[in-house]
C-alpha cells in the first residue's frame, strides 16, 4: 500500500516543553484523514512537522515519498495548505489572487490560465473574477482560498479547521468540493472542530496532551464506542484522559433545563 503520509517516533522539543510526544502512523494515498483533539493538543505542531515548515526534534517520516527533514521544499511544493485564517490577499481581485500563488509555484503561463478556469469553475467564483476578496463574504473567501491552495495540483491537501466561522450552507458545499477531489485521487488531511465534518474521514486520530491517544478508520471507532457519534467519542476521551467534568450529551442540557 502506498502511503501519502508515514511517520515514526516524531517527537517536537520547545526547551522543556514537548508540543509533540512520539506520533507514529501511517495515512494510504486518496483517504480523509481527520487530525483531532482540543486547542493545545499538539495538532498545529505535527502540520507544521508534516509540512517541512517546522524540523522535529527526532523521529522520522515521509510525505509523498519525501523525507520531512531532507526534502522538506519538495514537500512544500507538491502539497496545498489552506488555514482557518483568511491567508489571501483582500487587497486584490479573485483573479489576481490566484495568478500569485501560481506565480509563487511558477506555473507556465499557459498551464495558469487553465488552472485559473478549472478553479474558478470548482469554485462556482464565475464573475467573481474581478472582486476584492476583501468585499467577499465568509464562504466566498473559503472557496478564493481552497482555489489557491490547488492551484499548482497538489498530491497533498492540509486543511487546518478550514471552516471555522463559515456558515452550514458554506460548509456543506465546501465539503462536497473536497468529497470530489478526493474522488480525483487527492489525499486530504484535516483538523476540525466540527464532529459532523469529521465524520467524512476515512480515518480519524485523536491527539491528547501531545500524546496519539488513538487512530483508526472512523467506522472502527464507531463499532469499539458503540456509538455512531464521534463527539460522543471525543468528549469520551477528554473526561478519561483529564480532570475535567464534561457534560455527556446535549440531550442532557436540554434536560437539565426542564
Given at each position: 500500500m502506498e502511503y501519502a503520509i508515514s511517520i515514526?517516533?516524531?517527537?517536537?522539543?520547545?526547551?522543556?516543553?514537548?508540543?509533540?510526544?512520539?506520533?507514529?502512523?501511517?495515512i494510504p494515498k486518496g483517504k480523509i484523514f481527520g487530525f483531532l483533539?482540543?486547542?493545545?493538543?499538539?495538532?498545529?505542531?505535527?502540520?507544521?512537522?508534516?509540512c517541512g515548515v517546522l524540523r522535529p526534534t527526532s523521529g522520522?517520516?515521509?510525505?509523498?515519498?519525501?523525507?520531512?527533514?531532507?526534502?522538506?521544499?519538495?514537500?512544500?511544493?507538491?502539497?496545498?495548505?489552506?488555514?482557518?485564517?483568511f491567508s489571501l490577499?483582500?487587497?486584490?481581485t479573485v483573479e489576481e489572487n490566484l495568478d500569485f500563488y501560481g506565480n509563487i509555484y511558477m506555473l507556465p503561463k499557459e498551464r495558469l490560465e487553465q488552472r485559473k478556469a478549472e478553479l474558478i469553475e470548482m469554485a462556482n467564483l464565475k464573475g467573481k473574477e474581478k472582486s476584492l476578496a476583501g468585499t467577499l463574504s465568509g464562504g466566498w473567501k473559503q472557496r478564493l482560498a481552497l482555489g489557491c491552495a490547488l492551484i499548482h495540483s497538489p498530491s497533498l491537501l492540509v486543511l487546518d479547521e478550514p471552516t471555522a466561522?463559515?456558515?452550514?450552507?458554506?460548509?456543506?458545499?465546501?465539503?462536497?468540493?473536497?468529497?470530489?477531489?478526493?474522488?480525483d485521487g487527492i489525499t486530504?488531511?484535516?483538523?476540525?472542530?466540527?464532529?459532523?465534518?469529521?465524520?467524512?474521514?476515512?480515518?480519524?486520530?485523536f491527539i491528547y496532551n501531545s500524546k496519539l491517544i488513538t487512530i483508526d478508520t472512523t467506522a472502527n471507532l464507531y463499532k469499539k464506542h458503540g456509538t455512531n457519534n464521534l463527539e460522543d467519542i471525543f468528549i469520551d476521551y477528554v473526561k478519561?484522559?483529564?480532570?475535567?467534568?464534561?457534560?455527556?450529551s446535549f440531550d442532557e442540557l436540554k434536560l437539565s433545563k426542564d
Open positions: 515514526r517516533h516524531l517527537t517536537k522539543k520547545f526547551n522543556n516543553f514537548t508540543a509533540v510526544d512520539d506520533l507514529s502512523f501511517d483533539g482540543p486547542n493545545g493538543s499538539g495538532k498545529s505542531t505535527t502540520i507544521r512537522m508534516i522520522e517520516g515521509k510525505v509523498l515519498g519525501y523525507d520531512i527533514i531532507k526534502e522538506s521544499e519538495k514537500i512544500k511544493q507538491n502539497i496545498g495548505y489552506m488555514s482557518q485564517k490577499y483582500e487587497d486584490l466561522g463559515v456558515d452550514p450552507v458554506s460548509r456543506r458545499e465546501f465539503w462536497h468540493t473536497i468529497t470530489k477531489l478526493v474522488k486530504v488531511l484535516v483538523t476540525t472542530h466540527y464532529m459532523d465534518e469529521a465524520s467524512i474521514c476515512d480515518i480519524t486520530a478519561k484522559l483529564s480532570s475535567r467534568d464534561v457534560i455527556s
